[in-house]
């Protein structure tokens, strides 16, 4: 079955870079759709950016230029580049893969099927 495990997180002063990584395994093939979410204590999961099967790319507008979704289709991982990174980025981070599409548009979570465990961003 299809897993994904984060990791990356951790605690970072403002200004700063953090790479998270989202370890993918049980899919057939790398054509799903891969995505970021944020979310803060007490507050809803939020996406931060998407990734389409052929490597589209959008982000939400409080990360646009400072983040960027990468994914590696031989390594079956996704990536999230944060640079810039400043307190309003804090939460915890959640990988999550849907099925193949053209359209990197941010979709809702109740589009992907599958979701890692969450990796900490702490900003000081």
């Known amino acids: 079955h299809v897993q994904l495990v984060e990791s990356g997180g951790g605690s970072v002063q403002a200004g700063g870079s953090l790479r998270l990584t989202c370890t993918v395994s049980?899919?057939?093939?790398?054509?799903?759709?891969g995505g970021w979410f944020r979310q803060a204590p007490g507050k809803e999961r939020k996406a931060v950016t998407a990734i389409d099967s052929v490597g589209g790319s959008n982000y939400a507008d409080s990360v646009k230029g400072r983040f960027t979704i990468s994914k590696d289709g031989a390594k079956n991982t996704l990536y999230l580049q944060m640079n810039s990174i400043n307190p309003d980025d804090a939460g915890m981070y959640y990988c999550?893969?849907?099925?193949?599409?053209?359209?990197?548009?941010?979709?809702?979570?109740?589009?992907?099927?599958?979701w890692g465990q969450g990796t900490q961003v702490t900003v000081s």
């Open positions: 999550a893969t849907g099925p193949p599409r053209v359209g990197s548009w941010l979709s809702p979570t109740n589009w992907y099927n599958y």
């Open positions: 049980g899919y057939v093939d790398s054509n799903y759709c």
